[in-house]
């Protein structure tokens, strides 16, 4: 109800470069190609500097589903920040240990304004695919850390990797272990558990570095990137 305002929205900014007239989205054949090439030179457009297939993979099974028909879109929106918010609701759970704790937390999760651009905004929905992955992969880990199931753990992982290469963001993911395991066990994370979580991080920038970096001429320097980033990161906190 908090967002059934929205399935009257039409296609607006970005979404129309990403999806309406993205004519790479228009065959399920270019699914494997979002992995091994720069999307956007796949539609004679210059790189966007994103390396998002999971993302662009989704855009695509979408496009088949609503083609150019934004009330489609917004409902996929909307059923996938509720799902989001079920699995807020189960993360809390976990975590609080209280049904109605949780509860209240998860309501004021997903009627809070801060996610409205993400479930209105069609293209938005990229950030809520990557925080049902990161979401899932933490409860993986938590289960794997209550049982020492090693499937959780391999599910927790995977859960991860698609949050990576849905978006960048999901790189923090190792630090959110290592302060749940400080904060809630008590304890270091092991590095032979924590070492799976670095791994894909490397793997991911390993192939943007190839795939759409080493393609692009305007592209800065990683040393200059590295240095702007910390200016940036001083200049916010003071």
């Given amino acids: 109800l908090v967002y059934s305002n929205t399935l009257n929205g039409r296609f607006v900014w970005d979404d129309r470069g990403s999806i309406v007239f993205n ?8 699914i494997p190609l979002f992995f091994i090439t720069d999307q956007w030179k796949l539609t004679g457009n210059p790189s966007s500097n994103y390396y998002r297939p999971v993302i662009n993979t989704f855009w695509a099974l979408e496009f088949q589903l609503w083609g150019e028909n934004p009330r ?11 799902l989001l918010s079920f699995l807020f609701f189960n993360l809390c759970l976990k975590i609080l240990g209280s049904d109605a704790a949780s509860f209240f937390s998860a309501l004021i ?8 651009e993400c479930v209105a905004w069609i293209t938005g929905v990229g950030y809520i695919i ?7 992969s933490l409860l993986f880990y938590i289960r794997f850390t209550d049982n020492q199931s090693g499937t959780s753990l ?14 960048e963001y999901a790189l923090m993911f190792p630090f959110i272990i290592i302060a749940y395991e400080h904060l809630f066990k ?3 994370v092991r590095v032979k558990i924590i070492l ?4 894909i991080p490397i793997l991911y920038l390993v192939a943007r ?7 692009n001429s305007s592209e800065m320097p990683l040393y200059s990137r590295i240095l702007t980033s910390a200016v940036i990161q001083v200049k916010y906190l003071y």
């Fill in 209 to 215: 570095e190839f795939i759409v970096v080493s393609g």
């Fill in 196 to 199: 799976p979580f670095i791994l």
């Fill in 109 to 116: 999760f997903a009627a809070h304004p801060i996610h409205t």
């Fill in 23 to 30: 004519t790479s989205l228009r065959t399920i054949n270019n």
């Fill in 130 to 136: 990557f925080s049902i992955f990161i979401v899932l």
């Fill in 72 to 82: 489609g879109y917004h409902v996929t929106n909307i059923l996938l920040h509720a």
């Fill in 154 to 167: 391999i599910l927790s992982i995977s859960s991860f990797t698609l949050a990576v290469f849905s978006i």
């Fill in 186 to 188: 008590r304890r270091m």
